[in-house]
């Protein structure tokens, strides 16, 4: 072994360059709902503030101590190779921090347990000025603190994130950086309503952004008696299991109208979300994508599959620390393989319901 030299990063350079990590502004809170989540938080709120220029995500989840709160801001919280809880969305001990970095220059973090509220803040603009690993702790009495706190005051235990100084998502107060600022807001909804479906329709959690809550989207149009299910596959791979669900999505002409169309279509249209829909531990982290394995078509525009994995095969799968994926090529055969023993099936289903002239739907070559 050579000689050890300690070689400690600069705070401000490194917090700086986390800035970058390829969040958008619907990645990042949905990342910061995990955390709501996995802490078996029932009712999440969300503001975006353009006046005060703050996003705001309280919950009224487990909450953290003190200690649990400080250890919580450290970037790099918990170790990756941990085994965690199949309810548990994270991973890195990274998310919180990096998600709210790549909006804003301040994060604020209030945890409550009992009676006592514990805060924390990142502020970039001071490790800027001292290029140290500090985290501060205000004043509780301080009015930033005290508007905060107001959003637990209903719950014994929750958490308040605070993300200000958004200058990644508000650089001017003009006209068009107002209208971006909304439509920024209904990107994320949108995405919301997707990723988190399946705990929504459990009425395991409800959202609530800017007043208005959340309904679930389901990209497999449950409701439309038209909708096929084909047979569920259940490969156990290295003893991890992954549960492949294939649908073939109604005809438009199955549909009462337009608008139902355009609605099963998703914010992103019927092209944009076909595939697979890759689902860990129930939250949706991929969606609308054949893994480079075929290009997509109009004629693949009813084929979404649901795939199943849990954080138990994160290795396999290559989570990565946006709990996106890398997709190992063994994965993609997995996925080819699947495909052809069901596509048949697929076929034999669109076509048996359909005249074969109608050239939408779903076929694999
Ligand atoms: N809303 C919350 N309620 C309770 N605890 C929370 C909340 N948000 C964060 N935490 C605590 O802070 C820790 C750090 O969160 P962070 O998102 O940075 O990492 P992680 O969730 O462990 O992993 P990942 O990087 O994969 O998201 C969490 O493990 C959890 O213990
Ligand atoms: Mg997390």
């Known amino acids: 072994m050579g000689k050890p030299i300690t070689s400690i990063p600069s705070a401000n350079i ?13 990645t990042a809170i ?13 009712a999440i709120t969300i503001e975006f503030d353009w006046q005060e220029q ?24 918990s170790d990756p190779l941990d085994s965690r809880s199949i309810h548990d969305l994270g ?49 509780s009495s301080s009015t930033f603190i005290r508007q905060l706190s107001d959003r637990l005051s209903e719950y014994d235990n929750g958490t308040v994130v605070c993300i200000s100084n958004i200058d990644k998502i508000i650089s001017s107060d003009s006209a068009n950086e ?51 299910e084909l047979e569920p596959e259940e490969v156990n791979e ?38 697979f829909y890759v689902y860990r531990n129930e939250r949706l982290i991929i969606y609308g994508t054949w893994f480079g394995l075929f290009k997509k078509e109009m004629s693949f525009n009813l084929a979404r599959i649901q795939l199943d994995i849990y954080s138990d095969s994160d290795f396999d799968w290559q989570i990565d620390i946006r709990a996106s994926l890398k997709t190992p090529f063994e994965k993609k055969q997995l996925c080819t393989t699947s495909i052809s023993s069901t ?15 109608c050239h939408t739907y779903l076929f694999f070559l």
């Open 14 to 26: 490194l917090l700086s360059s986390l800035r970058s990590v390829g969040y958008t502004p619907e």
């Open 238 to 275: 290295n003893g991890h299991n992954v549960v492949i669900r294939p649908y073939v999505l109604p005809h438009k002409t199955k549909f009462a109208n337009d608008d139902e169309v355009k609605a099963a279509g998703g914010y992103k249209d019927w092209l944009h979300n076909q595939g």
């Open 91 to 139: 991973r890195f001990g990274m998310g919180m921090k990096t998600a709210s970095f790549s909006l804003g220059k301040k994060l604020t973090v209030l945890a409550k347990t009992g009676s006592i509220i514990n805060n924390a803040s990142w502020d970039l603009d001071y490790v800027r000025k001292e290029d140290k690993w500090q985290i501060l702790v205000e004043d």
């Open 178 to 228: 107002k209208k971006k600022f909304y439509k920024m807001i209904e990107n994320v909804k949108n995405h919301l309503s997707l990723v988190f479906h399946r705990f929504m329709e459990s009425g395991k959690i409800s959202i609530i952004v800017n007043g208005t809550p959340l309904s679930p989207w389901n990209p497999f149009i449950p409701d439309n008696n038209a909708r096929q």
């Open 54 to 77: 703050v996003i705001i995500i309280s919950d009224n989840g487990d909450g953290m101590s003190e200690q649990e709160l400080l250890k919580s801001m450290n970037i790099g919280s």
């Open 30 to 42: 949905a990342d910061i709902v995990d955390n709501s989540l996995s802490a078996n938080a029932s």
């Open 343 to 357: 596509s048949l099936g697929v076929r034999k289903h669109a076509f048996g319901r359909f005249p074969c002239s």
